[in-house]
C-alpha cells in the first residue's frame, strides 16, 4: 500500500505520475480527482471511486477490458461503503441504480 503524500494529493499532475512511479495498481478515489487526471495509469488493474456521483464521461475515459472499475457508496458519516456498482460493463452508458434500506420484513 502506498499513500500520496499530502503536498501531491490535489495535484492532478504530479499525483498519477507518482502513483506509476510507485507500482500503484489499486486507486481508492473520489471521481472528480480522477476526471483532473491528466496523464494515463497503465498499471491500475481496478479503480474504487465511492464519496460522489460518477459520470459517465469519468467510466468512459477510464474503464477498459483489462481494467476493473467499481462506484462504491456508503452514508458519509459512517464513512463505509454500504453499495457497489461494477461500472466497467457499463461501457455504453451507465444504468441507474436505486438502493433501498427497509426494515425487517418489509418488502417493496
Known amino acids: 500500500m502506498w499513500v500520496a503524500p499530502r503536498e501531491i494529493t490535489a495535484d492532478p499532475d504530479a499525483l498519477p505520475r507518482a502513483l506509476v512511479a510507485h ?3 489499486v ?6 480527482l480522477l476526471a483532473l487526471f491528466s496523464v494515463g495509469l497503465p498499471g491500475v488493474r481496478l479503480i474504487n471511486l ?9 467510466v468512459y475515459r477510464w474503464a477498459t477490458p483489462s481494467r476493473r472499475m467499481f462506484n462504491t457508496y456508503g452514508p458519509t458519516e459512517a464513512t463505509v461503503s454500504a453499495s457497489i456498482e461494477v461500472s466497467a460493463a457499463a461501457l455504453d452508458g451507465l444504468p441507474s441504480s436505486q438502493a433501498y434500506a427497509l426494515a ?3 418488502s417493496l
Open 50 to 58: 465511492g464519496g460522489e456521483m460518477c459520470p459517465q464521461a469519468v
Open 104 to 106: 425487517r420484513g418489509a
Open 27 to 32: 486507486l481508492h478515489a473520489v471521481p472528480t
Open 23 to 25: 507500482g500503484v495498481s
